[in-house]
């Protein structure tokens, strides 16, 4: 989808004064998804060694939770941190001391000799993966920009969806090879060399660190701090709490986590007042987009991370499938993701944020699947069964994850994108922490006594838990249609595919009835053509002749709204118009156009701006509006291409004469 580019308080720049764009931009961008794709990996890579760590270091199922959650947690509770160091210290070079500390701790989980170093090796992982995350983002918004930053960001997300998946299916065959003896232990020492690799290849590639300018803005420690205890009184009472048996210091943990986000809030609206630099800016919260966002990225996240945890219990715990077994059963998902991840982007033109919808719709319907087949088979499943269901999750995955990330920063201030970049994937990893901890505590609440329980008894936990994901997605579905109409698309995104006659149509029925029918298909109508229009102002080029050859030809894509014009005047006059507040803005920005280009000495200063756009107005949509005159005085059709080229090079000598004399 397109990022916005330009907004009211930014004026249009030209083409011939952006930046050129890095010609080694797609190296980079392969170069930091290799970190991106280790991260992501390493989050569900320990799924299917959770039998093999369970045996090997004598851990119970708590234990191995809070393995895959340390992870995560840290991850989470640090990715804002880790994007305000790359502002202090530079991208390149938190980038490879993340990849570097992020193999280094890879190489104490592979050789951890009991559960508690495993943890606090896991909870390292992801406290540097959390430095090498926010680079990939920043290092995007910087070396792409418009459709290519669009397809750079639905790369990434198409990393991030297989990736979850993948690590499944790669950690399945190293535990399975056994590779020397070493067990589950490869799933971590495989990161080494990649790692490295990875880092080398980052020194080579990505840009130059630039010497920071002015003042270098200080770490908020204690919001680092707060939030983190804040993560932590929250998930591991939820990890350990079933097994631990609730003491009380766990739940005295869960009841601080209120007062602690509380004066976390408190502190950094403190902070901010006082000329500081928060960690969190909180007053991003009014953004709508925002707010919704967070609460879509936490539930879709918690039923996928938890759904998959819990699979991986069920077919290796409950069935006592092979770690290779177990990967090729999730396979289908894989492709489900993969192929969707690719597809994803291009229908987001066609149906706008609701690609999401459809993605949660089509999750909730796999996971009900994948609960009827596992309810229905018991303990007599042999995997294949689960294929299609498995496959339309993926699916589901696919579609709802490569457009997340970018939905959300299309309907917030492009001057934020940094910071709401950073806060949706710490919720990713909020939910993911979530339903790591919630969802096998319903399955074991379903289960029952583990020691005493049968393989049936898992399918049928698991199938009676699966439905909670179902209902998870169908949440975030819900909440899609919550996020705000983005600045670069129309509340519904399949009026900017309606042929002319269908918008003509809509203009029609709505100026008939005077205003009583069609008005949301009219606002609709009406925003898209604002945008559009705001775009053309943005791309028009500096020439002042130019400038008017490309506003008739872009032109040509409004004729049902200059018909609508034409026949609204001759209802309205000169009176007030419908929505004439959300017309005059865009107005406006075209007179001060008009005016910037006047103080580059583009443009005759002596000239009336005001005038200049509407002059410039009726040059460009004459011909169009009154088509008969222009027949009867050039003898030829204004959409002929002779009268088409004769027209273009008349404006474009009226353009060269409004410069200065």
Known sequence: ??????????????????????PKRWLVLAVVLIGMFMAVVDGSIVNVAIP?????????????????????????????????????????????????GFTAASAACGVAPDITVLVIARAAQGATGALVFPQVLAIIQVSFSGAERARALGVMGAVIGIGAIAGQIIGGSLISADLFGLSWRPTFLINLPVGLLGA?????????????????????????????????????????????????????????AVPITAG?????RHLAGRGGTPLLDVTLFRERALRVGLG?????????????????????????????????????????????????????????????????????????????????????????????????????????????VGTILSGVNPR?????????????????????????????????????????DYASAFARTVPVCAGLVLVACALVWRLPTTRTQSANALIER??????????????????????????????????????????????????????????????????????????????????????????????DEIRRRQALGLIDPRLDPELVRLAIFALTSYPRILRQVTRMTTGLAASDAAFDARWTAFLRDIGHRLGPP
């Open 52 to 100: 093999a760590i369970r045996s090997d270091l004598h851990a119970s199922f708590g234990d191995v939770e809070l393995v895959v959650a340390a992870y995560t947690l840290a991850y989470g509770a640090l990715l804002v941190t880790g994007g305000r160091l790359g502002d202090i210290y530079s991208r390149k070079r938190l980038f490879i001391l993340g990849l570097v």
């Open 296 to 404: 879509i990225a936490i539930t879709a996240f918690a039923a996928t991370t938890g759904y998959l945890f819990m699979l991986a219990l069920y077919l290796q715990v409950g069935l006592g499938f092979s770690p290779i077994d177990s990967g090729i059963v999730y396979s289908p998902s894989a492709i489900g993701v993969f192929t969707m991840s690719l597809v994803a982007p291009r229908l987001v033109p066609v149906l706008g944020r609701h690609v999401l919808s459809v993605g949660y719709a089509v999750s909730a319907v796999g996971f009900l699947t994948v609960a009827t087949i596992a309810a229905a088979a018991g303990a007599e499943v042999h995997g294949w069964e689960l294929a299609p269901a498995l496959f339309v999750v993926g699916c589901g995955s696919g579609l709802a994850v490569t457009p997340l």
């Open 200 to 256: 080398v290849a980052a020194a080579l590639v990505l840009p130059r660190a630039d010497a920071p300018t002015g003042p270098r803005p200080r770490l908020d420690g204690i919001g680092v701090v707060l939030s983190s205890a804040a993560l932590l009184c929250v998930a591991l009472p939820l990890l350990s709490g079933r097994e631990a048996g609730w003491p009380g210091w766990m739940l005295a943990m869960l009841a601080a």
């Open 264 to 268: 976390f809030l408190a502190y950094e």
């Open 498 to 591: 309606a042929p002319s006659w269908a918008a003509a149509l809509g203009y029609s029925l709505y100026l008939a009835s005077g205003g009583r029918v069609g008005e949301a298909i009219f606002r609709d109508l009406l925003g898209h053509t604002i945008e559009r229009r705001r775009k053309v102002l943005h791309d028009a080029p500096d020439d002042p002749g130019e400038f008017i050859a490309y506003h008739y030809a872009e032109g040509a894509r409004d004729q049902a709204w200059l018909n609508f014009l034409v026949r609204e005047a001759l209802a309205v006059g000169d009176r007030e118009v419908p929505h004439e507040a959300e017309r005059r803005p865009v107005i406006a920005l075209q007179i």
């Open 1 to 22: 989808m397109d990022l916005i580019e330009i907004n009211e308080s930014t004026p249009p720049s030209s083409g011939s004064a952006a930046a050129i764009p890095d």
């Open 416 to 456: 934020d994108a940094g910071a709401v970049s950073g806060m949706v994937a710490t919720a990713l990893q909020i939910g993911a922490a979530l339903g790591i901890a919630l969802l096998p505590m319903v399955m074991f609440g379903f289960l029952g006594d583990q020691a005493r329980a049968h393989p049936a």
